[in-house]
Each structure stands twice: as C-alpha cells, then as structure tokens.
C-alpha cells in the first residue's frame, strides 16, 4: 500500500535526524532520497529534497570527498528540478543554493577528469538556467542567484596556490586548471568570469537601487575581496563610487528609510572589514574619506522628526517677558557655594564647590589616571562658559578673603603687647616677680616663620637616582625581549607588496619587521662601540662562545641582543637568512670604523672585533641542518663581506657526508668564480677536497679542471679521461691577507641571488 505524503515526510524527517546525529550516513541517505524527491514527485517532497541537498553540501562535518562523488550523482536531479514547469520558488531556490555549494566540487573533478563530458555538460545547463533567472525572477531568487554567481567568479578566476605539491588541499580556481583542458580551457572561463563579475557590479549603478539586491551583493563582494587580489580594485572602487543615500533628496517612506539605512550599514560594514584587514593599503585613504562623507551624509540627511526634541519655545516656569508675569514664581537660581570651615583649610575644601556629602567624601585617588582623564576631558568640553567662569570666580573670592585673614591673623606680638602697656596706666608699681611673668609670656626674638601662601609655584619632578650596572642590565634584556616578541605579530616583508624606492631608500622607514631587525642590528653593532670593557684579555674577546667572565654592563647589553638575535636567526635560518647577512655586514661595517678611529699609532689595545666570531657562530649553526639540495650556503657565503681559511675549513667538513659533497664543492667553486678576493683559497679548498676526500675526489675534480686545469696536465695522455689518483697530503692554504677582502666588489654585488644559482647550474 502507497504511503501518504505526511506519512513519507515523517520517514524523510528521521532520516534527515539520523544523517545529522553520523555523518556516515549522508551517503546511503542521499542515494536513498533521490527517487523519491525527484522532479516527478509531490510539491511537499520536492520541497523537502532541495532543503535536504542544500543543507546536505552545506554541512562542515560531510568530508568532500564525499561531497564531490555525491556531486556528480545529485546533478541530474538538481537539473530537473529546475526545469520542471510546474515551478515552486522554494523549490528553485534551495536547487540554486546546492549548485553553488556544488559547482567547485564539480569544477575540481573536471580538472583530474578532462573526460567526463556528461557531469560538465550537467553542471553547464543549470549554470545557464540560473543565469537566465538573475535578472527576471522574484526577489529571493535573485539572491540565490547572486550567491552561485559568486561562486562562479571566485572559481573561474586566478587564485592563490598554497602548496603545487598537494592540489586537493588548494582552493579551487582557475590556477588549478592546465591550459590545454578540453573541457574548461582557462582562456574561455576566465572572460566569463570578469563578465559576470561586471554584472554583478552593475546592480550599484541602476536607478533607483533596489536595497535587497544591494545588500545581497555588498555581502558576497566581501568574499571576492579577500580571496580574489586581482578583481578586489575594481571591486572597491565600484563601492567607492555607490551612494547609498543618493535617493534622500527625494520623499521617503518608512520603507525607503529603512532600506536606505541598510544599504548604508551593508556598504560601512564592508569597507571596514577591508580596513581592517589591510590598514596601510592603497584604498587605506580613500576608504577613510569615504566612511566620513557617509557619517556626514547620514548626519545631513537625517529627518528633523527623527532628531532629539528641541527646546520649548517658551520658558517652562512661564515668566516670559511678553505674557503676564505670574507673582511667587522666581527662577531656580544657581546654588551659593559652602562657606568654608573655620581653622585651617586644605586645598581640597579650598576647590569644593558643592555641598553633596556623597561627592564630598568620594576618594577620587582610588580611580586610576586614564579613567579621570577619559572623565574630565568631556565634561569640561560640554560645560558652560558662564558657569565654569562662576566656579573660578567663587575660588578666587575664597583665595583672596584666606590671604585677607591671614594677613589680619599674623601680627607681630610685641608690637601688640606694647600697644597695650601704653593705653594702661597701673595705679601700683609691678613687683619683680609679676615683670619676670609677663617676659614669660613675651614672643622670642626671632619673628615667627609666616605661612606658606597657597599660590602654587612651578613644580618640577625630581630626578630619578640612577640606575645600578645589574639594573641597566635587567631593562636592557626586558626591552630586548619585548622588542623580539613583536616580529611575529609585524608583516613578514617577504609577503607584503614592496616597493622600489631606489637610492632614496632610507634604513627602517616603515613600521615593518625589516625596519625593527634594522634598528636591532644596529643596537648590536653601533649601541656600545667603543664601551667594551677595556680590562678584558684578549683571550676571552675572542672566545668564539662568547663565555666572559666579567664584562661591562655595555658589553653585556651588546652581547644579550647578538645572542637573541642569533637564536632568532638559528629558529628558522631558511626565511630569516637575510637577516643574518644584514647582521654581519653591520658587524663588518662596525669592525672596520672602530679599526679605523683606533688608528696604528694608538696606544690602547686595539678594539674588539665581533664579525668572525658572530659569522663563524651562524655558519656553524646552520651547516648541521642543511641539506644536499639547499641553495642557503651558496647565498650566504656570497653576500657576507668577509671571508677567510676558517670559513672554507668549514664548508669543506661538509664533505665528511657523502650526500653533501656537491653542496661543498658547488659552494667553493662559486666562491672561486665569483668572489675574487677568496679565488685562491676556495681553489685551494677545493683541491684539498680532491686529494683528502675520497667520496670527493669525482665531484670536485670535475670543478677543479675549471679552475685549476695545469694540475692535470702531467696526467698521461691515454688516462686523460681519468682523473690521477693523487696521494693524501696534509694541504695547507696561504694564509689570505684581511686586507684584500674588503666589502663584496661590484661584479658580486651586481649579481645578487641571481647569479646564486646559475652558479649552481654551471657547476652540476
């Protein structure tokens, strides 16, 4: 017996409570439902399928892959639907929101399946059918219709690619799609793309605006704004250039009002939300000034009704001087400030002006200093010009009659005492002891001290005591690590949009990562120079662990941010290898000023030079970690300033490892061929790895032959295409003058990390 309709929505219902309760269970429920909801079916199922699909590709918790295999199978049915004649706007509408989860499943199944032209051919139809409904059907559906738009534009344009390697965990785009598809050619897709995008657009410029469809689009473009770089100016500028309040000028209803309203919040919300994802952006400007003439706009705009209410027009107490004045009313006067106590007075009662116990016995030290300010600034923005005048008036009519009765106190004893023995006349002569009682009472001779007067004079803080060696060293090491905490909360330049000033760049003149390691370096290297300890041995100021026993507490604070600054470096050496060379050449540049300002004939001991014990600290951190294809040596060996025999010692320990010894041989033949200073012990470097090491002997001899080629002439001529077998000799290089190496000379500096690896190329 057939089920009623009530009786298979019961069924549908806990079916959908179980696939909500196990996810697992989404694709038998799915399989299951497809019969019964499809487009030969009852308005009531039809309408519960494509709320069931729509929410089913919605759902966060169903894996996609399981949602692109269910994809392809919902098509067909998602396609009847929509074509079916007996339409039902709930029904077209939820179809068309599962077509938007749906078409990048879609999308990426096309890319790994050039030849499935029956699922493109489906998803293509209903594309065209949405399209043809954009613009012709109710309003609801228009919305759903600029939502799968949307998705279109934000699939079928260029994206970003996090990682080439795994292409199942990158967004869907067009960047994903190989030139030569068949099916989705990137040339054809992506015109169509920047086409549907203008359309959408264009709902900002029709008359008048319909705040529904505004409001619909303003919240996708959102979307495209974050994810799509490439289309996010033409999107702003379009929003830049709509008016949501072009249509005040003209008589509102309230439902205008309210729909105008909203298109101005929709449009502030977006172009705040873009604020403040990218403060310092190009629109940054624009965008501010925007918001502004908006506020004043609104503000203009804003009906006379709607505002507070104004003053009456006639006094409320009714003594108007043009009506009959009523006897026994007199105006509120302003309340007489307190006298104030007798006895001696305090500045706070000197300054109280109210009566109010509650006020009176507030402690208003208890409320911390930006909470008084936060307080006071507006109130005395807000109050009265005559009242505030009457408050300083009644203060300096209490200041004025304290000094008047304070002069009227203080007068001089004797003077008064005298006065009165001449206005007595006694009838009897004092005896002794009655005249030694009186000079009793008598003042001393020395006047009273008067009073301090309450004017107050200028106040200066006094000065701080000085801080001890151990408590300079703690504040330096607490601004050090406060200073360091920001680099991972300040834009990495590498990702920011750079640009090219050229000549006229300045050290840290943005607020950015690379403007702080700027003035870091720079604390190392210049903060202290010349400040080192002067009683330290030359033997602990070359102690390449940088273990002193007692330094200077300046020596100390230079030392504490170039061993932060090392293991920042050391964390992560791969990305922040630039500031490890912009460190050393500070270094190098710092060495060589205070060499210089020491002078030959100087009589103290030479200055302390921290490049080569700070170069050789970050080489060997770094030697341990890399790897037999890593390009990072290569870089920094060309771009520190200075070299010598402890360096290329170094990279030739590489060698002890099979799997690097092209690493060390490609890095000392492009030392041979681009850094002349070092030619000569990087040749000898490498003709000591072609004598002593025999994992080498292949790979360095194929670079030496480059270099060197005299030292296999004596070969025999039938062995030429062998190389000798050479007997192992403890090879010792000249020692390299530090003279001749200087700062990198042009040919190296002009090549850069260019040159880096086609050095790399011509040595392999």
């Known amino acids: 017996m057939a089920l009623s309709v009530s009786d298979q929505l019961k069924r549908l219902d806990t079916a959908r409570h179980l696939v909500l309760a196990d996810s697992a269970l989404y694709p038998q429920i799915v399989q299951g439902i497809l019969p019964i909801v499809g487009a030969n079916a009852r308005l009531e199922l039809r309408r519960w399928g494509a709320d069931f699909l729509a929410e089913t590709f919605a759902s966060p918790v169903l894996a996609l892959q399981e949602k692109e295999r269910l994809g392809k199978e919902v098509l067909q049915t998602l396609r009847e639907l929509l074509e ?80 080439p390697r795994r292409s199942e965990q ?36 029709e008359e008048p605006s319909d705040a529904i469809l505004v409001n619909a689009t303003l919240n996708c473009l959102g979307t495209l704004i974050r994810t799509r770089p490439n289309a996010a100016n033409r999107i702003i500028n379009t929003v830049l250039n709509f008016n949501p309040l072009k249509q005040t000028n003209s008589p509102m209803s309230p439902r205008m009002k309210v729909q105008i309203k909203s298109m101005e919040r929709t449009t502030r919300t977006v172009l705040l939300n873009v604020l403040r994802k990218n403060e310092n952006g190009p629109f940054a400007g624009r965008i501010r000034q925007y918001l502004d003439r908006l506020a004043q706009a609104r503000f203009d705009s804003s009906d006379v009704t709607s505002r507070k209410r104004a003053l009456p027009s006639e006094p409320a107490d009714g003594l108007d001087s043009a009506k009959r004045i009523r006897l026994g009313a007199e105006l509120p006067g302003r309340p007489e400030p307190p006298s104030l106590p007798s006895g001696p007075v305090s500045h706070a009662q000197l ?122 060293e703690q504040m330096g090491k607490g601004t050090i690590s406060r200073v360091f905490s920001m680099m991972n909360v300040l834009e990495d330049p590498s990702t920011a949009k750079r640009q090219k000033p050229g000549l006229n760049r300045l050290a840290g003149s943005n607020y950015d990562r690379e403007a702080w390691m700027t003035v870091i370096t720079r604390l190392a290297t210049r903060a202290t120079a010349g400040l080192e300890n002067e009683d330290a041995t030359e033997d602990e100021e070359r102690d390449s662990k940088g273990a002193v026993a007692e330094k200077s507490p300046n020596t100390n604070l230079s030392d504490g941010i170039r061993e932060t600054l090392w293991k920042f470096i050391i964390e992560d050496f791969r990305s922040r290898i630039s500031i490890a060379i912009s460190w050393l050449n500070e270094e190098w540049f710092n060495d060589r000023i205070q060499s210089q300002n020491h002078g030959p004939k100087a009589r103290k001991r030479p200055p302390r030079q921290h490049y080569e014990k700070w170069m050789l600290k970050v080489l060997d951190s770094i030697l341990p970690f890399l790897d037999a294809k890593d390009k990072v040596l290569i870089r920094f060996l060309s771009e520190i300033p200075a070299l010598d025999e402890k360096v290329v010692d170094r990279v030739k320990g590489l060698a002890r490892d099979p799997e690097r010894v092209t690493l060390a041989a490609n890095a000392l033949y492009y030392l041979a061929a681009f850094r002349p200073p070092v030619r000569e012990i990087s040749i000898d470097g490498l003709e000591d790895l072609w004598r002593n090491y025999e994992d080498a002997r292949v790979a360095a001899g194929k670079l030496l032959r480059k270099v060197r080629p005299q030292l296999f002439r004596e070969t025999n001529a039938d062995n030429s295409s062998q190389l000798p077998t050479p007997a192992p000799v403890n090879f010792k290089s000249p020692p390299p003058s530090d003279s001749k190496e200087g700062l990198p000379s042009a040919s190296v500096q002009g090549e850069g990390v260019s040159a880096t690896s086609n050095a790399v190329a011509a040595a392999g």
């Not at 949307?150 to 079928?156: A, L, T």
């Not at 960047?175 to 709902?203: F, K, T, W, Y």
């Open 84 to 163: 079916h004649p007996g339409q039902d706007d709930n029904v077209v509408k939820s179809v068309i929101q599962a077509a938007a989860s749906i078409y990048a499943l879609v999308f990426r199944h096309i890319i790994s399946s050039p030849h499935d032209s029956a699922t493109w051919d489906r998803m293509a139809a209903i594309k065209s059918n949405v399209f043809r409904r954009w613009d012709a059907a109710s309003g609801g559906i228009r919305i759903c219709c600029i939502k799968f738009v949307q998705r279109v534009v934000e699939v079928q344009t260029p994206g970003v690619i996090a990682d």
């Open 351 to 472: 300054f109280t002006l109210t009566g109010d116990r509650g006020l009176t016995s507030f402690d208003v030290t208890q409320l911390p200093i930006d909470l008084v300010v936060r307080i006071t600034l507006p109130v005395l923005h807000r109050i009265e010009q005559s009242s505030l005048d009457a408050a300083i008036n009644a203060v300096r009519s209490r200041y004025n009659a304290l000094k008047i009765s304070k002069a009227t106190q203080i007068q001089d004893p004797a003077q008064a005492l005298g006065d009165d023995e001449e206005d007595y006349e006694p009838d009897f002569e004092p005896t002794e002891e009655q005249v030694l009682n009186k000079a009793d009472d008598l003042p001393p001779e020395d006047p009273l001290p008067l009073p301090p007067d309450l004017a107050l004079g200028p106040f200066k803080l006094p000065q701080p005591p000085p801080l001890t060696a151990k408590e300079t």
């Open 170 to 205: 990158n967004e869907v785009s067009l960047a994903l799609v190989p030139r030569d598809h068949p099916l989705i050619p990137p040339s054809r897709l992506e015109p169509e793309a920047l086409g549907l995008l203008d359309r959408l657009l264009n709902v900002f410029h």
